[in-house]
């Protein structure tokens, strides 16, 4: 029988340098694409506030404080958790949300919301607008509870859709607390960051004077 020891076999090896080349020539032409996107620069962060002043459009007077009535608002006013963080959130198909480029407020809507609607309340009431802990000699006669059930961006990109419910209660539990809920939209002028954030702090001061409307109901 003729000895098979030195027999050449086929080898899958035979292959390997033909695909090795290729592989290589795959590699030198992803490698840059790569470094190029890891080298792009990130898209600056533009950092929103809603200011303290009351929006320009928002023309009223307001009324002659009432000695015998003080005003206060109960903590917390609570919004809805996913506001709890800097990011511009804009919709996202039917039930999601996106942040909206690199637009970050500066504070979150959690916490300058609340802010913002007393002070607003104090200018639409007339009067000041306590908070605890109250200072020696002040009388609470009324108690607002307010909860913003919804603030955002609406589907259609231009407009901010606030829901809210409120409670007045009067403070010595004299009559049972009356009861407000309401739903509207605040027209942004267009659908970029800066005309977003104004209608956020426009839907906040009419909020304030939905809620001062009720304030001797």
């Known amino acids: 029988m003729p000895c098979r020891c030195f027999e050449r076999r086929p080898s899958r090896e035979r292959g390997l340098p033909a695909q090795r080349g290729w592989t290589r020539r795959v590699a030198a032409g992803v490698l840059p694409l790569l470094l190029a996107a890891c080298g792009s620069p990130l898209p600056p962060i533009q950092l929103l ?4 002043e009351a929006p320009a459009a928002a ?3 307001a009324p ?3 000695p015998a009535v003080s005003w206060q608002l ?3 006013v609570s919004l809805p958790g ?3 963080r800097d990011a511009l959130l804009v919709p996202q198909g039917r039930a999601g949300v996106q942040p909206l480029g690199g637009a970050r407020w500066a504070e979150p809507l959690r916490d300058a919301a609340p802010r913002l609607l007393r002070q607003d309340l104090a200018r639409r009431l007339g009067q ?4 605890a802990p109250l200072p020696p000699g002040v009388a609470i006669t009324h108690q607002l509870r307010v909860e913003i059930a919804g603030f955002d ?4 990109g231009r407009s901010v859709s606030l829901q809210a419910r409120w409670s007045v209660a009067d403070a010595r539990g004299a009559t049972p607390p009356r009861l407000h809920e309401t739903t509207f939209a605040t027209a942004a002028a267009g659908a970029d ?3 977003l954030a104004a209608a956020h702090r426009l839907a906040l001061w009419e909020l304030a004077g939905r809620i001062a409307a009720t304030a001797g109901r």
Do not use: E, I, K, N
């Open 59 to 61: 023309g009223s007077v």
């Open 82 to 84: 996913h506001l709890d």
């Open 74 to 76: 109960m903590a917390p």
């Open 193 to 195: 960051a800066d005309a």
């Open 128 to 131: 000041p607008l306590w908070s």
């Open 153 to 156: 961006v609406a589907a259609d």
């Open 64 to 66: 002659r404080p009432d």
């Open 49 to 52: 506030r809603l200011p303290a």
